[in-house]
């Protein structure tokens, strides 16, 4: 997961996340007290990023089966220009940055099925 903000859709839809940003560039990580216990239990670790962009090799050693990205700010922006190198890593889904309540981003990922979108497995690591 390569938006912090986006991750607790996931685990609230009982997808397993294998890692995720921070919730800002440059920082150290902390979960979100509405999904810190799913988080743990998973075993999700942070990945590190900047204002220059996502930490390929960071992202490749969690060996993912999906990369869900964008989303607002940084995180699309840095999604949408790291589109290609992401996919070479795994199917990446990119969230648009035009759902800004999350309700909208919440409905979108219930509805369309992350797992379904991409075409991989229930159990799959996501990232």
């Known amino acids: 997961m390569l938006n912090y ?9 009982d997808v397993p996340v294998v890692a995720t940003t921070t919730e800002s560039t440059d920082q150290k990580g902390e ?8 988080a743990t239990e998973q075993g999700t670790v942070f990945l590190p990023w900047s204002a220059d962009g996502f930490d390929m090799e960071a ?10 990205a964008g989303g607002l700010g940084f995180p699309f922006k840095h ?21 800004t309540e999350w309700q909208s981003q919440y409905e979108v990922h219930r509805r369309q099925g992350v797992r379904r979108a991409a075409g991989v497995p229930r159990r799959a690591r996501l990232l």
């Open 5 to 13: 903000a986006l991750a607790g859709y996931l685990y609230d839809l």
């Open 59 to 68: 992202i490749l050693e969690q060996e993912p089966d999906l990369i869900v």
């Open 31 to 38: 979960f979100a007290p509405q999904w810190a216990d799913a």
């Open 79 to 99: 999604a949408t220009t790291a589109y290609d190198e992401l996919s070479r890593i795994a199917p990446t889904v990119i969230v648009s940055d035009d759902l």
